[in-house]
Structures are given as C-alpha cells and as structure tokens.
C-alpha cells in the first residue's frame, strides 16, 4: 500500500509542476530532500500524506487546493508560498486571483504577512516574466 500511495503522490505532485524528470521527479517543488542526512523519512511522509492522501482528495479542484494552501501559507508567514505560487500558476490560476487572495487575507493576518506574500509574489511574477492586470482596482 505505501508504495502505492508514494506513486500516488508523485504524479499529484507532477500535476502542479512543470519541471520534473526521471532524476527529479518532484521538479521545483521542496518534499524534504534536503534534510535527508537528519530525517531520512520526511520526503516519504510529503509525498504519501501531503499529496498522496490529501492533495488527492476529491472535492476541490487543483486551482482551489492551491488557493487554501496559499491562503495558509499567507496566515502563517511560511517562506514556502514561493512554491505554492509557482504551483498555482501552473495549474491555471491567474495573477490577479493570487494577488487577490492574499489581499483579501488582510483584515485577517494583518499588513506584515501580507506585504511579506505579495513580496514574494512579486518575486515569482518578475521571475516568470508576468504582469498583473490592475486595471479593475480603484
């Protein structure tokens, strides 16, 4: 079964990348490879439960699962937005829905967590060669 759900997690992973190969299957996306001197088993836990078990759940669609998971990520100041950015935009969401998604977060997580998201954005927006369309806010 474990086996089974590494596969599985694999090419759920594959479906928000855009580059991955036989070497590197997970393409740009961090499972914990870099920590496995120290914890050997926690790219097998990433795959198996993050994307295997619940990235794999039915119910919401690639671009909804990563719009909640930037959403989280906004709430909780983590630097692995980057990624969740990128995975975002390679399933199909727009610019103007990630920019107002942690826009929206504000009233929520507050000024700092939401400048550190949209600085970030930037980053990825400048690194992909994307302009955001900002004609529609007042």
Do not use: W
């Not at 599985?8 to 001197?37: L, W, Y």
């Not at 977060?105 to 994307?130: C, H, M, S, W």
């Amino acid at each position: 079964m474990s086996n089974e759900r590494y596969e599985k997690g694999i090419k759920k992973i594959q479906d928000f990348t855009v580059s991955h190969s036989p070497e590197n299957p997970t393409g740009e996306m961090e499972i914990g490879e870099g920590f496995k001197d120290l914890a050997p088993d926690l790219s097998k836990y990433v795959v198996e439960f993050a994307f295997g078990d619940i990235y794999d759940r039915p119910g919401l669609d690639d671009k909804q699962k990563v719009l909640t998971t930037i959403a989280g990520l906004v709430a909780q100041g983590m630097p692995q937005i980057e990624i969740h950015i990128n995975s975002g935009l390679n399933v199909g969401l727009t610019p103007e829905e990630i920019v107002g998604c942690i826009v929206h977060l504000l009233p929520y997580t507050g000024f700092p967590r939401v400048l550190n998201a949209l600085k970030v954005a930037q980053k990825v927006f400048d690194e992909r060669g994307i302009t955001v369309d900002t004609s529609m806010v007042e």
